[in-house]
């Protein structure tokens, strides 16, 4: 499995999932998937709810990682089983 990035919004609400793509489609690997999730309850106890899911090209990607975290988001780690 490919390795994730995740971010979560200022209030605990939100988090998105970062995760480069691991397997070619038409011969092009040069893309992410971006999941957005609600969470659910309380931090940590069950995993976010996902809702959306994109793939766009890593700059792009890049791009809307770095915007999120001026706007506040923040890195985290996965704290759920």
Known sequence: MAKSYRLINLNSSEVKRFMKNDKSIDGVFEYMFIDTGKIVGVL???PPVMSNSVSVEIDLAREIYERLLSQGW?????VWT
Request: aromatic residues 0%; proline residues 0%.
């Open 74 to 78: 923040r890195k985290i780690e996965k």
């Open 44 to 46: 940590g106890k069950e």
